[in-house]
């Protein structure tokens, strides 16, 4: 699976910003798909997870309520829409695919994207 991630760019505080990753390969439309972001100096950490057939999705605690991630199977893409955003979002964000439906940990994602920034000014 090859993964393209895009959308990232600078907002303020309470703005907001979609990003989308194009996901491509034999096994992209049956892949639970994943979002995750890295700050400087931390480490990688998990967004949101959406399952294969769009019908499950799982946020961390950070950013439940102001998140939403999505799936349009017939483009093999997903989404993040992000509002409300704080300075403490602001993180190199990537998209992943995983063999399993829902999974959290970095280690459970087989392939990622290349990272899109985010930035949100205070």
């Known amino acids: 699976v090859q993964l393209q991630a895009s959308g990232g760019g600078l907002a303020h505080t309470g703005g907001s910003l979609r990003l989308s990753c194009v996901a491509s390969?034999?096994?992209?439309?049956?892949?639970?798909m994943g979002w995750f972001r890295q700050a400087p100096g931390k480490d990688r950490e998990f967004v949101a997870a959406i399952s294969p057939t769009a019908g499950n999705t799982f946020y961390a605690d950070s950013v439940k309520g102001r998140f939403t991630i999505s799936r349009d199977s017939a483009k093999n893409t997903i989404y993040l829409l992000m509002n409300s955003l704080k300075p403490e979002d602001t993180a190199v964000y990537y998209c992943a695919a995983s063999n399993s439906p829902l999974a959290s940990a970095v280690g459970r994602y087989d392939y990622w994207g290349q990272g899109t920034l985010v930035t949100v000014s205070s």
């Open positions: 390969g034999p096994t992209a439309g049956t892949s639970g």
